[in-house]
C-alpha cells in the first residue's frame, strides 16, 4: 500500500511541475523595443521578455493623474495575469540612462530624457527645465519673492528693484523711482 502510495504523490509532483511550466512565473522584467502606442484609450507597448519572445500592444498602466511615453529601451515590470504570459500588463517603467540620481530618503520627482526635471527635494522644490522655456496658462499668484538671476551677483528682486529716470528734458536731476507698491 505504502508503494501505491509513493507512486500516486510522485506522479502528483510532476502534474504540479508540468502546471508550473505551463503557467510561468507571475511577473517578469522587460525592455521597450519601439515607442509606445500612445493614441487608443490605453497606451500600449511592444517588449522584449527575453531573447527570442516579444508581445505586441502590451497596456502600460499608470496611477490616475500620472502618465508619460517611454522611450525605447526603458525597463518594464510586467505582470501576467493568472501567470498566463499571454495575458500581459506593464505595471511599472523606468530607463535606467534618465533617471534621476543622488535623491535623499524622502525626495520624489519628475524627470523626463531631454533632462528635464521637478524635483520634491528636502531643501525645497528644484525646476530645472534643461534650457527649455516653461509655459504656464493662467494667473500665476506668487506669495513669496520672484528674483531673477539668483545667487549671481546681478540678481534683481522683482517686489523691491527700482530703475533710474530717464531724461526729461527739465534740466533737473534723475532720481530713481519708488519701488513697486504691493498690490498694485
Not at 500612445?38 to 519572445?53: A, E, K, N, R, W
Not at 495575458?87 to 534618465?98: E, G, L, P
Amino acid at each position: 500500500m505504502s508503494g501505491h502510495l509513493e507512486e500516486r504523490v510522485a506522479m502528483l509532483e510532476r502534474e504540479i511541475v508540468s502546471l508550473r511550466r505551463l503557467l510561468g512565473t507571475p511577473f517578469a522584467i522587460a525592455r521597450t523595443t519601439m515607442a509606445p502606442d500612445d493614441t487608443g484609450p490605453v497606451q500600449t507597448v511592444q517588449v522584449q521578455l527575453d531573447p527570442i519572445s516579444k508581445r505586441d500592444a502590451v497596456p502600460l498602466l499608470y496611477a490616475y493623474g500620472m502618465t508619460a511615453c517611454p522611450p525605447t529601451g526603458a525597463d518594464l515590470h510586467v505582470a501576467f495575469i493568472d501567470g498566463q504570459r499571454s495575458k500581459a500588463i506593464i505595471t511599472a517603467s523606468a530607463h535606467q540612462s534618465y533617471r534621476l540620481k543622488n535623491l535623499s530618503p524622502g525626495d520624489a520627482a519628475l524627470y523626463d530624457s531631454r533632462g528635464a526635471f521637478f524635483w520634491l527635494a528636502g531643501t525645497g522644490p528644484v525646476v530645472n527645465c534643461a534650457g527649455q522655456p516653461m509655459t504656464i496658462t493662467g494667473d500665476l499668484h506668487v506669495t513669496g519673492r520672484i528674483i531673477q538671476g539668483y545667487g549671481n551677483p546681478g540678481h534683481v528682486d522683482l517686489g523691491s528693484h527700482t530703475h533710474a529716470q530717464g531724461p526729461d528734458g527739465h534740466s533737473d536731476a534723475e532720481v530713481e523711482t519708488n519701488p513697486p507698491t504691493p498690490g498694485t
